[in-house]
């Protein structure tokens, strides 16, 4: 059986991505360059046309005033949606893997109200972004997300990381502590102890084609909110694509290099979270105990997708954290 780009990727075999489009050698920044580099990432051009609706159609549900932008990296053009007062404090909004700026949608409005929000599409995986490189590890995670930042003029932020994105941002306090204000992770991804039997298993079965044992098992028994239906039909047409082009192994972060970033740090878990190894509130004691200075919640009602689950706790828990004058 040949495998799609996709299907490797979720199953853990970063090895089949080797065949990647050969770089041209167009001056950097030059149209002919930007053609023949960026990566796609889009079976054809029907897919991508009918994905590029389903996102504008989440757009629309957005809630608040918003612009959007592409921000040159050496990776390729990142794009990001920005909402709220130009004169707020930023916040850089990453999400999980295989979704989208878009899915802050349920935050978005709440958080607006407090900050200059910015919610970046990953560049590499199935979004607005153009890659032209994939990103392979750490170094390229945080040398990708400094070129975002430096093109948005952040010299320092804060950031709210969900899944995977939590790894970024935790991953960019390691490398670029001094651009760091303060963290907020969601269920963060290869920093905690994780379930990889389970998760290999089950992200194997839906690289064949039997999604519903993954989405069950990541549901956590949460019921679908009928307010996400656009973005089910945005997930629907990401299956369009060919895949995220990104290493699976982009590394994780140790317990010595998180007690080492002097961020302050909210970690918030899911009551139904099953990415790890142990139960939430075991995960959460554990963090806790570990990382000096840490703050923590279980979110109530949650799966491992907390923000969208449960988005009225989860944004005041964000809104304190990061409005809080002096974090103990």
Not at 133 to 152: E, F, G, I, S
Not at 249 to 278: F, K, M, Q
Request: glycine fraction near 8%; aromatic fraction near 8%.
């Amino acid at each position: 059986m040949t495998l799609s780009r996709r299907d490797a990727i979720k199953l853990g075999a970063a090895a089949a991505l080797v065949t990647l489009p050969a770089f041209a050698q167009s001056p950097p920044g030059s149209d002919a360059s930007k053609a023949a580099q960026t990566l796609q990432v889009f079976k054809n051009d029907k897919a991508k046309a009918r994905y590029m609706a389903a996102y504008d159609a989440v757009l629309k549900e957005w809630g608040v005033p918003y612009e959007e932008t592409f921000c040159p990296t050496r990776f390729g053009a990142t794009h990001v949606v920005i909402s709220g007062p130009a004169n707020a404090p930023p916040v850089v909004l990453l999400h999980a893997m295989l979704a989208t700026a878009t899915s802050w949608r349920p935050n978005i409005a709440a958080l607006s109200q407090h900050f200059r929000c910015y919610a970046v599409d990953v560049i590499g995986e199935v979004n607005k972004s153009e890659p032209t490189r994939p990103l392979k590890n750490k170094q390229d995670c945080a040398n990708w997300l400094a070129d975002v930042l430096d093109a948005l003029q952040l010299e320092r932020t804060s950031i709210v990381g969900a899944s995977l994105g939590g790894f970024f941002a935790l991953n960019a306090a390691v490398a670029n502590p001094s651009r760091i204000d303060r963290l907020v992770l969601i269920g963060p991804a290869n920093i905690l102890p994780m379930a990889m039997g389970k998760f290999m298993y089950y992200v194997g079965l839906a690289a064949i084609g039997i999604d519903g044992p993954l989405d069950r098992w990541m549901g956590g028994g949460i019921p679908w909110n009928p307010a996400d239906n656009r973005s089910g039909e945005l997930w629907a047409a990401n299956r369009e694509g060919d895949g995220m082009i990104n290493s699976f192994s982009l590394g994780s972060i140790s317990e010595l290099e998180w007690r080492s970033v002097g961020a302050p740090t909210l970690l918030l878990i899911g009551d139904r979270e099953v990415i790890y190894r142990d139960p939430p509130q075991d995960v959460l004691a554990y963090a806790l105990d570990r990382i000096p200075g840490l703050q923590g919640a279980i979110v109530p009602n949650a799966n491992h997708l907390a923000a969208r689950a449960n988005p009225r706790f989860v944004n005041d828990q964000i809104a304190r954290f990061l409005l809080q004058k002096e974090v103990p």
